[in-house]
């Protein structure tokens, strides 16, 4: 297993939103703003990082019959953290993103990867597991939020690209939209993934 393909894994061939279709709940919900998914995706991205890095330095004095419960407070214990800076440091995106900060707990993507890699690999690599995976996560929720932002309201990051007047679709900011839009590019990754055998 080499650094590189471990680390760049998340990003197109294993991306944990487009390919693995997991972590779909918040990819849904929070990306009504390009924002949104850049502040979701740098606190899973923090969460998965170091849980990775904490289970794949305890997994020897883990007991099997205990190890998911473990998983849970380990997790937890990053997304406390997460929780209460985001509170204290970015009210306006805490409270945007609401109870979904909370819910990284149960985030298939941060047990998944847990289970699938960090309890089996070292630590050096489940770290870049990780930041991978969290990486891939943020620029998928990202590309979502931006597509949604742009048709939906006209703006990205809250910069006008559109003429006053111009219209804009509504339901693209709404959950409809967010299905139609995850659909859409799911389907175009696969149709790369078929075209470029990656």
Same mark, same amino acid.
């Given at each position: 297993?080499?650094?590189?393909?471990?680390?760049?894994?998340?990003?197109?061939?294993?991306?944990?939103?487009?390919?693995? *279709?997991?972590?779909?709940?918040?990819?849904?919900?929070?990306?009504? @703003? @390009?924002?949104?998914?850049?502040? %979701?995706?740098?606190?899973?991205?923090? *969460?998965?990082?170091?849980?990775?890095?904490?289970?794949?330095?305890?997994?020897n004095?883990?007991?099997?019959?205990?190890?998911?419960?473990?998983f849970?407070?380990?997790?937890?214990?990053?997304?406390?953290?997460?929780?209460?800076?985001?509170? @204290?440091?970015?009210?306006?995106?805490?409270?945007?993103?609401?109870?979904?900060?909370?819910?990284?707990?149960?985030?298939?993507?941060?047990?998944?990867?847990?289970?699938?890699?960090?309890?089996?690999?070292? *630590?050096?690599?489940?770290?870049?597991?990780?930041?991978?995976?969290?990486?891939?996560?943020? %620029?998928?929720?990202t590309? %979502?939020?931006?597509i949604?932002?742009?048709?939906?309201?006209?703006?990205?990051?809250?910069?006008h690209?559109?003429?006053?007047?111009?219209?804009?679709?509504?339901?693209?900011?709404?959950p409809?939209?967010?299905f139609?839009?995850?659909?859409?590019?799911?389907?175009?990754?696969n149709?790369?993934?078929?075209?470029?055998?990656?």
């Amino acid at each position: 297993m080499s650094a590189l393909k471990t680390l760049t894994n998340g990003l197109l061939k294993e991306n944990p939103t487009f390919v693995l *279709v997991l972590g779909t709940c918040p990819s849904l919900a929070v990306t009504t @703003a @390009a924002i949104n998914g850049i502040g %979701m995706g740098a606190a899973t991205t923090f *969460v998965l990082l170091f849980s990775n890095l904490f289970i794949a330095l305890l997994k020897n004095w883990i007991p099997n019959k205990v190890r998911i419960p473990l998983f849970i407070v380990i997790i937890a214990t990053f997304v406390t953290i997460v929780d209460l800076v985001m509170q @204290a440091y970015t009210p306006d995106l805490y409270n945007a993103l609401g109870v979904f900060i909370p819910l990284i707990v149960v985030n298939c993507i941060i047990l998944g990867r847990a289970e699938a890699f960090a309890q089996k690999n070292s *630590v050096f690599y489940s770290i870049l597991d990780g930041i991978g995976m969290g990486i891939g996560f943020t %620029m998928a929720i990202t590309l %979502m939020a931006s597509i949604r932002e742009i048709i939906g309201n006209g703006t990205i990051f809250g910069i006008h690209l559109l003429a006053d007047g111009a219209k804009t679709v509504l339901l693209f900011i709404m959950p409809p939209g967010a299905f139609i839009t995850y659909g859409f590019l799911i389907a175009i990754v696969n149709r790369l993934k078929k075209i470029y055998n990656f």
